[in-house]
């Protein structure tokens, strides 16, 4: 009989094979429906990375992924060159990224609870009004890089296909290693945690740099993607539809931000072109909903269905 | 001198919790520390097992100055301890909780050295028919000896229970002190033990100290420190002086 670690490996599989295929035999408009689909993903997976493995809800996750889009576009503008991919540099966006989460984890997560979600939403603010205030990095206008980038879903959804390829992986190796367990363990009780001989602070800050590393890599294609960066990237919309994505699916769980980020998007889309703002409310209730009584998100359900088909 | 804290002070705010507190515990000692409540023996313990830094004074372990060092790294240099408030981790399985404590113990062990320990400990703990079951699905007597067993898979030297027998039935509390006695000869272990039920801890300890509002009143046998006046007087109250 079928049980929850292979469904997770199926559908992971699947969905890899079937969004790489796209790739080839999708219309122009089926790719680049698909390619916001895998940025959300990736991003989904990049806070379950802190957010689903530690406990530590971070609000200001999209800090990281605009910092990779304007580390990704200001390398682009600067440095004047067509022999490599533009989407090299949207890696050292990454690297960047998870420098600053080295520089920002160190204090903020010392706090807990709420007091941190306030920490990095507020964190999140203060780099937002920083860039918009830095003209070399165009200030509040942003930067358009379409004077040296051209608009390429092809190439964008490789990039992103690859990175988000790397994600799982990355996901896949964490669960099932010593750090994974550690996190978990910090989830479940710290203090605990601690004197049971894990470091907390240092796996804490590790899971933390991990998720701003994937998340800048994402903010630097969908930066080359669009042409254009501004200070919209750090908009804490962005970091919601990153928790809410994950939550809803299931948070710690390899499974869950694959269907928490597919079913945000459905209705998202499905709502946007008639009702634009309607999603936002109607997240917001599925928010409090999960919060309230489903944490363990839309896999929590399957596997609790999982064992009552079993008890019988 | 397996371990000695030396002039430890601890304060919180105007509170002074421990003050100018030495115990020293020699290898393979069972030390038991009793006091009323607030008298600062989980405070003690938290210094001890670094999850406070002590205002003063000193801990060494085995030679070695550990004072103010974090938790984790006192954890891997042998001290292990118990929560007077269970804290096992909830949602992992016995078996899981059990193997952090192999797993982070700092100590290079193959898997199938681990496998071994961990179904030793198991057994020692009879926590093996429940071994696949979450933590939080047992009941609080199987949830006090699982926080041992978690702190046994660390094998440490040295073990501070901190009221692992809270609300136990008198013949649990045997059952108890039985496997407490039984982990400490197969796994060599120095024991402190804080505790409220007074006919355990009697039984089971080499050497009791008795704290009370942060100072070490007393100290000895246990049938020395039963009848120590300070004793007395620290759980009962002082005799009403008449006038003549």
């Known amino acids: 009989m079928i049980n929850l670690k292979d469904l997770t490996t199926l559908s992971i599989i699947g969905f890899l094979v079937i969004s790489l295929l796209i790739l080839f035999i999708g219309s122009q408009s089926l790719i680049a429906f698909f390619l916001t689909l895998l940025e959300l993903l990736i991003l989904a997976y990049s806070i379950n990375i802190i957010t689903g493995l530690t406990g530590y809800v971070d609000f200001g996750h999209a800090v990281f992924y605009g910092i990779g889009a304007y580390t990704t576009a200001f390398l682009i503008v600067n440095i004047n060159t067509t022999s490599v991919t533009p989407y090299l540099f949207s890696l050292i966006g990454g690297l960047v990224a998870a420098f600053f989460a080295l520089l920002i984890g160190a204090p903020v997560l010392r706090l807990k609870g709420a007091y941190f979600a306030i920490a990095t939403l507020s964190v999140s603010e203060a780099v937002k009004v920083i860039v918009s205030n830095i003209s070399a990095l165009g200030g509040s206008y942003g930067i358009p890089l379409a004077r040296y980038v051209s608009y390429d879903v092809v190439s964008a959804y490789l990039a992103m296909w690859l990175t988000l390829l790397f994600t799982i992986v990355l996901a896949i190796w964490i669960s099932n290693s010593k750090f994974g367990y550690g996190l978990r363990a910090i989830k479940e009780d710290e203090i605990a945690a601690n004197v049971m001989g894990i470091n907390t602070s240092l796996y804490k800050l590790m899971a933390y740099v991990l998720s701003a590393l994937v998340a800048g890599v994402v903010g630097g294609i969908s930066g080359i993607l669009y042409v254009y960066v501004s200070t919209e990237y750090f908009k804490v919309d962005i970091s919601v539809k990153m928790l809410v994505s994950m939550m809803l699916g299931g948070q710690g769980t390899i499974l869950g931000p694959l269907i928490g980020a597919i079913l945000y998007y459905v209705i998202q889309y499905t709502l946007v072109t008639s009702y634009p703002f309607l999603h936002l409310l109607i997240f917001g209730t599925i928010l409090i909903i999960i919060v309230l009584f489903i944490p363990e998100g839309l896999v929590g359900i399957i596997k609790r269905r999982f064992k009552q088909l079993k008890l019988r | ?244």
């Open chain 2, 1 to 244: 001198m397996i371990l000695e804290a030396k002039g430890i002070i601890k304060r919180f705010g105007g509170i002074v919790a421990l003050n100018k507190v030495d115990v020293s515990v020699a290898e393979d000692e069972i030390l038991g520390i009793i006091g009323p409540n607030g008298s600062g023996k989980t405070t003690f313990f938290n210094v001890i097992s670094g999850v406070y830094k002590p205002d003063e004074g000193s801990v060494i372990f085995m030679g070695k100055n550990i004072t103010g060092r974090p938790p984790h790294i006192i954890a891997k240099m042998g001290i292990a301890r118990t929560f007077q408030v269970v804290r096992p981790f909830p949602s992992m399985t016995v078996r899981e909780n059990i193997l952090i404590g192999a797993y982070f113990s700092g100590k290079h062990k193959s898997s199938s050295y681990i496998d071994i320990l961990v179904d030793k400990i198991l057994k020692l703990t009879e926590l093996s028919s429940k071994a696949d079951l979450p933590a939080k699905a047992l009941n609080l007597p199987e949830k006090r000896r699982l926080e041992i067993a978690r702190a046994l898979a660390l094998e440490p030297k040295l073990l501070l229970l901190d009221e692992t027998l809270a609300g136990l039935t008198p013949a649990e509390i045997d059952h108890a002190l039985e496997m407490i006695k039984k982990a400490k000869s197969e796994m060599g272990l120095t024991i402190i033990i804080v505790e409220h039920i007074m006919r355990a801890i009697m039984k089971i300890s080499d050497r009791i100290i008795v704290f009370s509002n942060g100072i070490k009143i007393a100290e000895g046998t246990p049938s020395q420190v039963a009848s120590d006046i300070k004793v007395i007087e620290a759980y009962l109250g002082k005799p009403i002086q008449g006038e003549g």
